[in-house]
């Protein structure tokens, strides 16, 4: 049974209080926020600079102030989601949110409504530097804003559209029939978490029974699960539609400021280096033994016995040596995250699950959430999430707060850059044969899930919603014959892809947030390209980093990925990945 809270020593708790010292600040800060929320003295006012900065300016102070409510109700309720006080904290602030949100909501159709112009003036104004990219997605977006009474009743779109990910969250979670299996003999309650454990087992067996059993679960619930999918790629190729885009792929993309070759480079790519992939496969199946390698084969371990198993603060000490590389002064900073409780470590009864960082602008520094188990994988969520703690530490300090946030498409880039060092360390430091073939497994394995299969997936939502737009029935027997079609292409001749495998589309949450999945395969290009970078070239390539790391939002992801040696324009990075994969696997069939 989990600790209650007040068992953790203090060290290992994160310290809410450089957030708020006391409730009564933050309710102090929420009736500021409350006072903000109103920005109508600067309607049809922000053609003039000085109007249209007093109103960025007091937005910023009441969104500065929003962030912080939402961080510190987010953090109180997930170290104890069982108190409904902090439940209602969170529910406050969401309001709080939509409030400012419909305050704000004249702001883009109005600048949009300027003369280019006038745009472009306002964008060359050093007084306004802080808003110049800002003003120039404006720009970019003109086409695509609609009248302000759209806008308004399009800024609360958040709850409706949400529906269809919320009608599948119930699905998915409450009304789930999770499936009951006999595992050694013993009856057990086949969970999502457990399905994941139970398919990486040694027995056969207990692999083919829970296989069978879930997607059997899925399968009685296709019809519904069907309907709330379709419902969202309709939802996407509506706005798309509105918004005057050419496609909900364009659409997508154009909220991160991303181009569209992006996509068609990692599908192209990924596609020409599947070989590799189906090449990793038939190791595999030798090493398994088996005369046919079926879908739930792919998971369990090729190196049996060979988990690395570290006290916390052992894990972190072997994290910090993996990032050597970087330099001292990112030293310096783990240091500080371990010393000055930026990190809430041990699982706690009510505390949420899996791992996180957040942070918020202006604030002393970051936050990061584990739930620490003795594991090679929670050993690389250290580095995995510091990575993210790090990169908004370097984007606060350099960039103005409207340039600050990165977008989501490169915020896997410095965590993974983290988990590629410390796996390269391993690798190079080891001297246990066994280890060694485990670790060179666990990183092929990595590459595997992120890179191939979140691919796979990017491939399966840009067919259905091309589909849809041109006006293709989406129905369950379409979307499996996608789906197979699909895992067939993948996975290759040495893999059965069995029947039920054709419903897998059905269980993916990811795909309720239309084009997000992509970033994750994206993400871990970027990241091998560039950790492969520092560890050959040395300082130029870090100094290199620690610029990306400092950009912020500060232009689009893709061109501030360019300073770090990335561009995903070309070929270059997608094919240095590929070679890292392919030399893991050289490496593996040697051992």
Not at 259 to 287: A, C, G, M, Q
Request: overall charge negative.
């Amino acid at each position: 049974m989990a600790k209650e809270r007040d068992q953790i020593p203090e060290h290992l708790k994160w310290r809410v209080e450089d957030i708020f010292e006391t409730q009564a600040d933050f309710e102090k800060t929420y009736e500021e926020v409350d006072a903000l929320s109103d920005l109508s003295e600067f309607e049809g006012k922000l053609s003039d600079k000085e109007s249209f900065l007093a109103c960025m300016t007091k937005l910023n102070r009441a969104m500065l102030g929003l962030m912080r409510l939402d961080v510190y109700a987010f953090m109180l309720h997930d170290q104890d989601t069982r108190n409904a006080d902090y439940t209602a904290l969170t529910s406050r602030v969401d309001n709080l949110g939509m409030k400012l949100s419909g305050a704000a909501a004249f702001i883009n159709p109005e600048l949009s409504a300027l003369p280019e112009k006038t745009l472009r003036e306002m964008m060359a104004d050093p007084a306004l530097s802080d808003y110049d990219y800002t003003l120039r997605l404006i720009l970019k977006q003109k086409p695509h804003v609609l009248s302000r009474e759209t806008e308004e009743i399009l800024s609360q779109e958040g709850r409706i559209f949400e529906g269809f990910h919320n009608i599948y969250s119930m699905i998915d979670n409450a009304d789930f029939p999770f499936p009951t299996v006999k595992v050694n003999g013993e009856k057990v309650t086949l969970t999502h978490g457990l399905y994941g454990v139970l398919l990486r087992s040694p027995d056969r067996k207990v692999r083919r029974t829970v296989f069978e059993a879930y997607y059997k679960a899925y399968i009685g619930l296709i019809h519904t699960i069907t309907a709330a999918y379709v419902g969202n790629v309709d939802k996407d190729v509506f706005l798309a539609k509105a918004r005057k885009y050419p496609s909900s792929l364009a659409r997508a993309l154009a909220e991160e400021d991303v181009d569209t070759k992006v996509y068609e480079n990692l599908l192209s790519s990924v596609h020409k280096n599947l070989p590799l992939l189906h090449r990793y496969f038939r190791d595999r199946k030798k090493i398994l033994g088996v005369s046919s390698l079926h879908m739930y084969d792919v998971y369990t371990p090729l190196v049996e016995n060979a988990e690395m198993q570290f006290e916390y603060e052992d894990a972190f000490r072997l994290v910090k040596k993996g990032l050597a590389p970087l330099g001292e002064t990112y030293e310096k900073l783990l240091d500080e995250a371990h010393d000055n409780r930026w990190i809430d470590v041990e699982e706690t009864a009510g505390k949420r699950s899996g791992a996180y960082s957040i942070s918020v602008y202006g604030l002393k520094h970051p936050y990061v959430l584990l739930n620490y188990q003795k594991t090679t994988s929670d050993i690389f969520t250290i580095a995995h999430e510091l990575g993210h703690a790090m990169h908004s530490y370097h984007s606060e300090r350099h960039q103005p707060q409207e340039k600050a946030q990165y977008k989501i498409f490169v915020a896997e880039v410095a965590s993974t850059v983290n988990e590629v060092l410390l796996i390269k360390y391993l690798l190079a430091t080891t001297e246990d044969k066994k280890l060694k073939k485990y670790l060179l497994s666990y990183y092929m394995d990595t590459l595997k899930g992120t890179l191939f299969r979140q691919t796979q997936f990017a491939e399966f939502e840009y067919i259905a919603h091309d589909m849809a737009e041109k006006g293709q029935p989406l129905t369950t027997d379409s979307l499996n014959a996608v789906y197979l079609d699909l895992n067939k292409k993948y996975y290759g001749r040495s893999v059965v892809s069995d029947p039920m495998i054709a419903y897998e589309w059905a269980r993916i949450p990811h795909f309720y947030r239309g084009f997000y999945v992509y970033k994750y395969a994206t993400g871990i290009i970027s990241a091998v390209s560039i950790a492969e970078r520092i560890l050959k070239e040395g300082e130029p390539a870090v100094k290199d980093y620690f610029k990306f790391l400092s950009s912020g939002g500060s232009d689009s992801p893709v061109e501030l990925l360019k300073l770090a040696g990335v561009d995903l324009t070309k070929r270059t990075a997608f094919d240095a990945c590929m070679a890292s994969f392919k030399e893991a696997l050289d490496e593996f069939e040697t051992l």
